[in-house]
């Protein structure tokens, strides 16, 4: 069993800059693959940015170039750096544990931390 806690949201003016993190508890931590997802009011949830466990790492079109995820595996925490933040980006982000092994798929969720973005 993981447990996924987020921190470093809050409120922004445009162009500003927040860094999130996700602490996990528990084991083997290193051999998830990490991933950011967010939630705007009346919306879908979607992926913005993961980490493989190897270290590879991919981004949705709309945050490529602006927003930056990487993992520290001594400290079982994954960062999500957001710079240029736009009104759009005001949604509640979530933090996303998953690995697979054998035939079984395992995924958890923090609680969520909310960015808003606004003047």
């Known amino acids: 069993q993981v447990q996924l806690v987020e921190s470093g949201g809050g409120l922004v003016q445009p162009g500003g800059s927040l860094r999130l993190s996700c602490t996990a508890s528990?084991?083997?931590?290193?051999?998830?693959?990490m991933g950011w997802y967010r939630q705007a009011p009346g919306k879908q949830r979607e992926l913005v940015a993961q980490?493989?466990?190897?270290?590879?790492?991919n981004y949705a079109d709309s945050v490529q170039g602006r927003f930056s995820i990487s993992r520290d595996n001594a400290k079982s925490t994954v960062y999500l750096q957001m710079n240029s933040l736009k009104p759009e980006d005001t949604a509640v982000y979530y933090c996303?544990?998953?690995?697979?092994?054998?035939?079984?798929?395992?995924?958890?969720w923090g609680q969520g931390t909310l960015v808003t973005v606004s003047e």
């Open positions: 996303n544990a998953a690995r697979r092994w054998v035939d079984q798929f395992f995924e958890y």
């Open positions: 528990g084991s083997l931590f290193s051999a998830y693959a």
């Open positions: 980490v493989a466990s190897g270290g590879s790492t």
